[in-house]
């Protein structure tokens, strides 16, 4: 499983972004597909993730409300729709994936990483 994530950018307070990762090779519905995200001087995170068989969603709590998770079957994309950006949101944000992660939040848990898109947001 390759991963390619896109959507990045400069954006002001409370504007929104939305970041796609999209996957190739086969994603099985026990896939989990998450978003983690890693701010200058601190540890890589993670925000978001989606089974992909039947589309259950978890959220790290200083994003729930503002940011949805979500995916294209078909075109075998991952979406992480962002609203109400604050600057404590900038961060290199990547996209993972894994088969079968009992801990949807530990980055170790994941086999399959994309390369990181930048997220700026400006006060």
């Known amino acids: 499983v390759q991963l390619q994530a896109s959507g990045g950018g400069l954006v002001q307070a409370g504007g929104s972004l939305r970041l796609s990762c999209a996957a190739s090779g086969r994603i099985f519905s026990t896939y989990v597909m998450g978003w983690f995200r890693q701010a200058p001087g601190k540890e890589r995170e993670f925000v978001a993730g989606?089974?992909?068989?039947?589309?259950?969603?978890r959220y790290t709590d200083s994003v729930k409300g503002r940011f949805t998770i979500s995916r294209d079957n078909a075109k075998n994309t991952v979406y992480l729709q962002m609203n109400s950006l604050k600057p404590e949101d900038t961060a290199v944000y990547y996209c993972?994936?894994?088969?079968?992660?009992?801990?949807?939040?530990?980055?170790?848990?994941?086999?399959?990483w994309g390369q990181g898109t930048q997220v700026t947001v400006s006060s």
């Open positions: 989606i089974r992909w068989g039947g589309g259950v969603a």
């Open positions: 993972a994936a894994d088969p079968y992660p009992s801990r949807w939040n530990i980055e170790a848990e994941y086999d399959y």
